[in-house]
């Protein structure tokens, strides 16, 4: 044991030596004693250690899996910490475009949707008292004026301040740029008007009506002058201004008042007439009682053949008829009703003065406001053979005409099979 330890080289000496033909091999260094040379393998020198660590082979090859598993398992941290990356980066992306899309019509309802104007053809616009900016706005992209309720509101917020815009009637544009709006609704009075469509077939208190809604002038001041139509140089037998409020669209100037109002449609009436070639006051009040007639009665397709039945009835009667019109809107209206369904009691009752079924000849006056095209008409009826006449289809206005009686219930027969057909539309 002794004599093999000295012979050992040292540190340094074992760093610079050469290896001799005899250490070549470890088996054969340690041959002399087996047992102390296990032992020393076992609990060698640090020095000894580093020296076996790097000559033999046997210690690099133990220490070869435990870097490898260091290795791999920092491979593995990478990668996971790359895919925790690309997840949390894949969440923040997702989130930020639904945002997005969350606050991009918010971001862009105030730009990107007006008109580069100047806008074409012509809109009538109200604004009725009261009306605040939203509401005003609402309209005007309702009737295709502005595009865009936040483009009208913010160019009126940039202009007034978001002030109100006072009443009136307002000539516009389809398609304006929301400034070029607001620029008009902001004019000076002297450029809006009031504005008034009256529409055919309406009545006198519902064209009353109409017209105070639309001026802001009391409808009492209307119905007080409308029970004296003398001062609008109707004749005597004028119950009212009935038949002589002519449908149509007016632009009143804000000064105007009520009787001027009613003055400028009488004479609008007149002036068709007159055009039509009637010009005595008893005759355009008679053509005007016709008219009216002739206008709930049928449409414009058969206006003309109608108006010549009636005055078959009126200056040719027959046994069947005895010069009576038998006009079911005539009853209706002396009756304060719209109906087409009159009963044989309300025909029967002669007291109505607009019953045609029992007073014969035309009913005390106009039913209606008439159009000029029903005017014409009644002016110039069409001759033609018949005294009835039906509209059997109330929604494409079909008229049969019939000479006799007998034919005339079988035109009715098809009325009636076609409001069995259509539920409700012949109330």
Known sequence: MSSIYPERPGRHQRESAQPSAEASNPDDAYQDDGHQDSAYQQNAH????????????????????????RGASKRVRRRRRSLIFL?????????????????QPMLTANTAKDYPGPGHGSVTFIVPAGATGRTVAAGLVQDGVVQSESAFLDA???????????????????????????????????????YAAIDQNLREPEVLALLAKSTGIAESE???LAKTPATFGLPAAARSLEG??????????LEMTAQQILAQLVQATKDTLVKDGVTDPKDQYRVLTIASIIEFEGNEANYAMISGAIENRLNNPNAETGGRLESDATVAYGLGLKTYNITDAQKNDASNPYNTFANPGLPVGPIGSPKAKAIDAAAHPQVNPYYFWVTVNLTTGETLYATTYAEHL??????????DANAGKCK
């Open 156 to 194: 009126l917020q940039a202009v007034s301040g978001g002030a109100l815009i006072q009443p009136g009637t307002f000539g516009l544009k389809l398609e304006m740029k929301a400034s070029d709006a607001v620029s008009v609704l902001l004019a000076p009075d002297n450029n809006k008007v009031h």
């Open 87 to 103: 997840v949390v980066i894949a969440f923040v992306v997702a989130v930020s475009y639904f945002a997005f899309q969350a606050v």
């Open 222 to 224: 209307f119905t007080t």
């Open 244 to 253: 002589y409020l002519k449908p149509g669209e007016y632009r009143f100037p």
């Open 46 to 69: 640090p020095d000894g250690a580093r020296q076996e660590e790097s000559a033999h082979p046997i210690f690099a090859r133990a220490e070869l899996p435990t870097r490898r598993v």
């Open 410 to 419: 079988t035109n009715v027969a098809k009325y009636q099979a076609w409001c």
